[in-house]
């Protein structure tokens, strides 16, 4: 007879032994409820679940607070506040004054300006969504609430600005090998932790009204090419995809060059416009959907 037929013949001689076995089985795995059993979640053939919670989860809270419309602020995580920059590079040019022929101690003066130059863009991230949240604040009808990928750099200006301008804004973190914590201006019920991009980035474009790129890396150029994709390709709707700073990102693209050599069509050129300033980004954003018919405040 095998153990386990041996068992269910069993009897218990006392109630005290009775009750041990049952604190046993409930404490098994196969006795947990299926959405408090984190071992049967991951496994790989519940990946649909997942994918399906991922997206709810966040879905239903933007809907019970009734958030319909954003304007998504991309950007690097790796732009100082220029608070940080400064401070930076004023401990940079100290120990370089003590010790001037320092290579190291050269290289990081050198970075530290690379920084404070690039700072600008975090400052102008976070005048921008301010400029949008003080509108969403006065007018209902139209508001606009600023998202984010929730981490540091850019992001973080966004929902600074949000905050100093009194409104609320929403942060999308995703899970990477470097951890990444939210950034303390976020609303703390649209702070939200996401373990897949496609997800994520569902939720970045399903309410959005504009996208405002600033300078970043392979995140920021991701981010802005699948959007422009969706929109060529007509799977979403054409919203302002706003580039800031030309010059930079001229430098970066040449999509002038795509257009000539037939690889996108001339009228796709017209999905991108540019902003120098938080200003005109907003005015940009503003024009399009006719928001007022004077001047934006």
């Known amino acids: 007879m095998s153990d386990a037929h ?58 019970q607070h009734g ?14 506040a220029p608070e940080q920059a400064d401070k930076n590079l004023q401990r940079a040019e100290q120990s370089l004054a003590k010790h001037p022929e320092d290579k190291a101690l050269q290289q990081a003066v050198k970075l530290a300006k690379r920084d404070q130059k690039n700072s600008g ?20 009808d139209s508001a606009l609430m600023i998202i984010s990928g929730g981490g540091p750099g850019v992001m973080e200006a966004a929902n600074r600005g949000a905050m100093a301008a009194g409104g609320e804004s929403i942060g999308l973190n995703i899970v990477l090998p470097k951890e990444q914590h939210p950034n303390p201006y976020i609303t703390p019920h649209f702070c939200f932790q996401f373990h897949y991009f496609a997800i994520r980035k569902m939720h970045f474009l399903q309410r959005a009204r504009a996208l405002v790129a600033f ?8 981010e ?19 580039l800031y700073d030309k010059a930079f990102w001229q430098r970066l693209i040449n999509f002038d060059m795509l257009a000539e050599e037939g690889l996108i069509s001339p009228q796709d050129l017209q999905l991108i416009q540019f902003a120098d300033t938080p200003e005109h980004a907003w005015q940009l954003i503003y024009d399009y959907y006719d ?4 001047q934006p405040e």
């Open 6 to 63: 041996k068992l269910y013949k069993r009897h218990f001689t006392s109630a005290e032994e009775s009750q041990a076995a049952i604190a046993k089985l409930q404490d098994h795995d196969s006795y947990k409820l299926a959405f408090a059993d984190n071992d049967f979640l991951m496994q790989d053939d519940l990946r649909h679940v997942r994918l399906q919670l991922e997206y709810l989860k966040p879905q239903l809270v933007l809907e």
């Open 67 to 80: 958030v319909e419309a954003t304007i998504v602020v991309f950007g690097s995580a790796r732009f100082l």
């Open 121 to 140: 863009y975090y400052l102008a991230s976070q005048q921008f969504s301010q400029l949008v949240t003080e509108h969403s604040n006065k007018h209902q």
């Open 215 to 222: 300078p970043g890396g392979f995140g920021t150029l991701d």
């Open 224 to 242: 802005l090419f699948e959007t422009l994709t969706l929109i060529q390709t007509k799977k979403a709707e054409r919203v302002p995809v706003i």
């Open 291 to 294: 928001l007022g018919q004077t």
